[in-house]
């Protein structure tokens, strides 16, 4: 099998950097996805998130980064066994709905069940 030449054409911009990051915000609209990224920063006593860069990206890319991101995990915990979450960063259950929620968002049950879906996904995975 030949290597993948695809990126043969990639190089970096003058303006290139890197940065770690162990928080992201995710902010949403109709057009994309924009990722907001951060450092943990308890340096004077206190806890906070030191925002340092952000991302957008449209749908479609941010669609294709998922299947693309879901096989690099996949594969690194092929490689190397399953990732470790602690407990205290495993996403929580949604708030229960409010019938206000409810009345003002018509989609509102959808989402929540989307959520508690994929949380079920999430915590089933940590167990396999």
């Given at each position: 099998m030949e290597p993948d030449?695809?990126?043969d054409n990639f190089e970096f911009a003058d303006e290139f950097y890197e940065a770690y990051a162990n928080s992201i915000i995710y902010e949403s609209s109709s057009?994309?996805?924009?990722l907001v990224f951060g450092q943990l920063d308890q340096s004077e006593g206190?806890?906070?998130v030191v925002q340092h860069s952000a991302i957008t990206l449209p749908w479609?890319?941010?669609?294709?980064?998922?299947y693309?991101?879901?096989g690099q995990i996949e594969i690194h915990e092929l490689l190397n066994g399953k990732i470790h979450i602690?407990?205290?960063?495993i996403p929580p259950p949604p708030p229960p709905l409010t019938e206000e929620i409810k009345k003002s968002d018509q989609n509102?049950?959808?989402v929540y069940s989307i959520f508690n879906r994929l949380r079920d996904e999430f915590l089933a995975n940590l167990n396999k």
């Open positions: 030449k695809s990126t057009w994309d996805l924009k206190t806890v906070k479609t890319q941010a669609k294709l980064m998922l693309w991101l879901r602690p407990p205290p960063v509102a049950e959808v």
